[in-house]
């Protein structure tokens, strides 16, 4: 099973940048799809952002789309979501995850994901 960590959380003020990373161990992250997902307090975690396991294709929640990047260094095992022009409302923890599945249906679904981070919170002040 992988183990994720991630990190680049932090108290940022709105349309500033931050770059969060998924480092992975335990076992390669190459083959599989990987997603960015967040929590706000109060809410239900939501999808953000996925990547197939050659990087080749991406897909985006509504709300960050033009905004939000993913992207992954298989070499160091390691996925990133570059967050550009930050909002107060992307406020939550966010979390990384592993999707086994090979069908990119899934890779937009929080329940096909198997193994999750602990998350690092991203606070955006107005």
């Known amino acids: 099973q992988v183990q994720l960590v991630e990190s680049g959380g932090g108290l940022v003020q709105a349309g500033v940048s931050l770059r969060l990373s998924c480092a992975a161990s335990?076992?390669?992250?190459?083959?599989?799809?990987t997603g960015w997902f967040r929590q706000a307090p109060g809410k239900e975690r939501e999808f953000v952002a996925s990547?197939?396991?050659?990087?080749?294709?991406?897909y985006y929640a509504d709300s960050v789309k033009g905004r939000f990047t993913i992207s992954r260094d298989n070499a160091k095992n390691t996925v990133y979501l570059q967050m550009n022009t930050l909002k107060p409302e992307d406020t939550a923890v966010y979390y990384c995850?592993?999707?086994?599945?090979?069908?990119?249906?899934?890779?937009?679904?929080?329940?096909?994901?198997?193994?999750w981070g602990q998350g690092t919170q991203v606070t955006v002040s107005s």
């Open positions: 995850a592993s999707n086994p599945s090979s069908n990119s249906y899934f890779w937009t679904i929080i329940r096909h994901y198997t193994s």
């Open positions: 335990g076992r390669t992250i190459s083959s599989t799809a």
């Open positions: 990547i197939s396991w050659s990087g080749d294709n991406t």
